[in-house]
């Protein structure tokens, strides 16, 4: 019943959660603990003043993997911003590794200031369901398009979009641009994460964007490759694509059960009064982008069969 098709990634993804943490682990190139600084969307810094906390021996933990030391230490996050160093003079430091989310694992070289994200590596591969999406994820004919599967905290999601070759800007919404233009929520996933959807300019062959960033003004994702269609996580995974074909959503279906009944009423009337989306997958259903009365009498003259 929906209407999309799926390829899928063999990627390590970590689930998203209501009470989200991020764990960060890391071994070294010496074996020496290094120190991790950190800060939030907001510039919060969570883990000290420059060059932050060093990972103590105390937070050592020997993975039943591979058996190597490595360091750790959680953060009561959606999402941090993170430098590993190694807290000398000079330093030997990381670049920002942004948008971290559930449980990474990273390998730092504190004698070249390289590093590399090995979570893949640790995390056991879950899959993505693509039946946890709303019916509204679907394939948009001659447009750029993208999805991207918001922490349940989000009330609000931003795309900033960019071609690195031609330095074309595709989302240009705020005075300077930055944070880009504000997407469209079409519904949740069934764990109730929010699901947003950017519809950017017509397709235009010699000139796509090749890179994306979601964000809620504060807190963002990485630079990602842009995929059309690709649906993505504050994780910066590319959980899946979303191509032509399928079968389209059943007009009036707001809950997803394949029916058109009073339960799809209510459903509209759970977001118009208590802004609760739990129970809607496909809500717009006058095609205007969002949520209103309007699409209320449209359910109604389907179930009243005008």
């Given at each position: ?35 991790l ?31 190597k ?31 971290v989310?559930?449980?990474a ?22 899959g ?35 071609n ?5 800007n ?38 796509r ?98």
């Open positions: 019943m929906k209407r999309i098709t799926t390829l899928l990634f063999v990627l390590a993804c970590v689930a998203l959660s209501s009470s989200a943490t991020v764990t960060v682990n890391v071994r070294t190139a010496t074996g020496l603990p290094p120190f600084y950190v800060w939030d969307g907001g510039g919060n810094k969570l883990n000290g003043e420059w060059p932050g906390t060093m990972m103590d021996v105390d937070q050592t933990y020997t993975t039943t993997v591979d058996g030391v490595w360091f750790t230490q959680t953060f009561d996050e959606d999402a941090i911003n993170i430098v590993f160093n190694d807290g000398n003079d000079p330093i030997i430091q990381t670049a920002d590794i942004r948008g989310t559930g449980t694992f990273f390998v730092f070289d504190d004698e070249e200031g390289e590093y590399e994200d090995v979570t893949s590596t640790y995390i056991t591969d879950t993505f369901d693509v039946n946890t999406l709303p019916s509204t994820v679907v394939y948009v004919e001659g447009k750029e398009f993208a999805y991207f599967i918001a922490p349940t905290s989000w009330t609000k999601c931003n795309v900033w979009a960019w690195s070759i031609t330095n074309t595709f989302t240009e919404a705020g005075p300077n641009g930055w944070p880009g233009d504000p997407i469209t929520l079409i519904g949740n996933t069934t764990d109730g994460n929010p699901v947003y959807q950017w519809i950017g300019p017509d397709i235009v062959e010699n000139n964007p090749t890179g994306i960033i979601f964000n809620n003004g504060t807190t963002q994702t990485a630079d990602l490759d842009y995929v059309a269609g690709g649906v993505y996580n504050l994780a910066g995974k590319l959980l899946y694509t979303v191509t032509a074909g399928g079968d389209t959503p059943v007009p009036g279906d707001v809950n997803g059960d394949g029916d058109v009944t009073a339960a799809d009423v209510t459903a509209l009337y759970g977001v118009l009064l208590s802004d609760d989306y739990s129970s809607i997958v496909n809500g717009d259903q006058d095609g205007d982008g969002n949520i209103t009365s309007g699409d209320v009498t449209a359910v109604y003259s389907i179930i009243l069969g005008q």
